[in-house]
Nanobody, 116 residues
Framework: QVQLVEFGGGLVQPGGSLRLSCAAS????????MGWYRQAPGKQRESVAL???????NYADFVKGRFTVSRDNAQNTVYLQMNSLEPEDTAIYYC??????????WGQGTQVTVSS
């Protein structure tokens, strides 16, 4: 398992922005996929944005161009820049990483609350 630690959650008004960060204990070079899932109360966990090495990121339809996922291999970190946040974005956001050797790993989750 890769240890993942998220930062950047918090309270934000509708239309505001947040940037989530996730630091991995292992080199990103050994991880083929990183990204973010989220889970709102009473809802199933869903993917938000995933980025696989050498490929274009994948975004959920609800992102609607508002979010950007990126990697910094030197820092073993993945980011999620979230703009134009909506109340429906309120959820616990989980960092995700996967490699064929280490399998799937999850962060502890960081709360994002969008409220006026």
């Amino acid at each position: 398992q890769v240890q993942l630690v998220e930062f950047g959650g918090g309270l934000v008004q509708p239309g505001g922005s947040l940037r989530l960060s996730c630091a991995a204990s292992a080199s990103i070079f050994s991880i083929h996929t990183m990204g973010w899932y989220r889970q709102a109360p009473g809802k199933q966990r869903e993917s938000v944005a995933l980025i696989r090495s050498g490929r274009r990121p994948n975004y959920a339809d609800f992102v609607k161009g508002r979010f950007t996922v990126s990697r910094d291999n030197a820092q073993n970190t993945v980011y999620l820049q979230m703009n134009s946040l909506e109340p429906e974005d309120t959820a616990i956001y989980y960092c995700f990483a996967e490699s064929t050797v280490l399998g799937a790993s999850w962060g502890q989750g960081t709360q994002v609350t969008v409220s006026s």
